[in-house]
């Protein structure tokens, strides 16, 4: 409790873990509250195909390693431990942990978010093995095979074009009778001779044996249940962000992604902000770094007007 970091950054995956490395580097000596999982989202992830410098691709859980590494190698701290609240409203800020209190004086939150799930037990078994949330990522694994993907939005739109890409048919299935995607990518979906979209319909059940080979569906108007034949689900119902301890300390948008107005900057000053928990639009390993490195960098400026 009586020492005051220069920055603590809360989260660890790409985002935090890439602000790590560069206020490391930078001598600043960072705690990375790193969560009881650290690595964040990769840790679920196969092989990442479209991360620069490894042309033949590097297994997500080994990139983060990597990156912890790599963290650690210029001195960053690393505590698994949780965040359970914060405390913005003076100076140094606190951020408490179940079994520790910190004082910093800046803050990075790369805290991420949670791609929504339909919450059924045979998600959980094939997560990985046929159920994916990320077409840019996985699509390419589904050369000339039937995909579904789930959802009715402008992600759903978006996955379900780039997956047609690569396999021979897509269903895109949605529980009501009408897209909430803007009218452009609802276009250009319904003139895609590949995608096939199956109404008011949800998914009841995930079949299949070591990887996923079907779907049991279910039709809300006919209350009638169907089979069908898939080698793969791309989920594309929203994320989450993770944003419930900030939610009276800083401000949220309506969905409760961190506002910012440049993408590093929040409304506090010395908190800087990196990675999903402030882009809903792109998600991918390269921006979430990207945005560590800006915020670092930001936060490192900060930094030195205080001295
Ligand atoms: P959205 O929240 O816009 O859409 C989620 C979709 O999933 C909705 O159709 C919703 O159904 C459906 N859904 C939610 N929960 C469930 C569930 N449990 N079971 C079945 N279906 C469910 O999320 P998106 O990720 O599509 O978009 C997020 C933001 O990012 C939006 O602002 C979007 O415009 C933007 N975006 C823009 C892109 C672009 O411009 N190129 C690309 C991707 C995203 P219902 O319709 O019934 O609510």
């Not at 995956?13 to 930078?26: C, F, K, S, V, W």
């Not at 479209?50 to 997500?60: L, M």
């Not at 998600?123 to 694994?141: L, M, N, R």
């Not at 249940?225 to 791309?234: A, P």
Request: glycine letters at 8%.
């Amino acid at each position: 409790m009586d020492t005051t970091h220069n920055v603590i950054i809360i989260g660890s995956g790409p985002a935090g873990l890439t602000a790590a490395i560069y206020n490391a580097r930078a001598e600043l000596h960072p705690l990375v509250i790193a969560g009881l999982e650290p690595g964040g989202q990769l840790m679920t992830t196969s092989v990442i195909e479209n991360f620069p410098g490894f042309p033949d691709g590097i297994e997500g859980p080994v990139l983060m390693q990597n990156m912890i590494a790599q963290a650690e190698k210029f001195d960053a701290k690393l505590v698994y431990e949780n965040v359970v609240s914060v405390d913005f409203n003076q100076k140094p800020y606190k951020i408490k942990t179940p079994g520790n209190e910190y004082l910093t004086k800046s803050v990075i939150i790369s805290v991420g978010s949670k791609p929504r799930r339909l919450d059924l037990e045979s998600e959980a078994k094939y997560w990985g093995k046929g159920v994916s949330t990320c077409a840019i990522c996985d699509a390419a694994f589904y050369k000339g095979k039937v995909v579904a993907v789930i959802g009715g939005g402008d992600s759903a739109m978006e996955e379900a074009n780039t997956i047609t890409k690569f396999a021979k048919k897509v269903y895109l299935i949605h529980r009501k009778n009408e897209f909430k995607a803007s009218k452009i990518m609802q276009d250009k979906t319904f003139t895609n001779p590949k995608i096939e979209v199956i109404w008011n319909t949800v998914v009841n059940e995930i079949v299949g044996d070591m990887v996923v080979t079907g779907l049991t569906l279910f039709n809300n108007q006919t209350n009638t249940e169907s089979e069908l034949k898939v080698d793969g689900m791309f989920l594309a119902i929203g994320h989450i962000p993770s944003t419930e301890i900030f939610k009276d300390q800083i401000e949220l948008d309506e969905v409760g992604y961190i506002k910012t107005p440049d993408g590093v900057h929040t409304s506090i000053e010395g908190v800087f902000v990196a990675g999903e928990v402030a882009d809903p639009s792109y998600r991918q390993v390269i921006t979430a770094s990207g945005m560590g490195c800006k915020a670092a960098l930001e936060a490192e400026r900060y930094l030195s007007h205080l001295l």
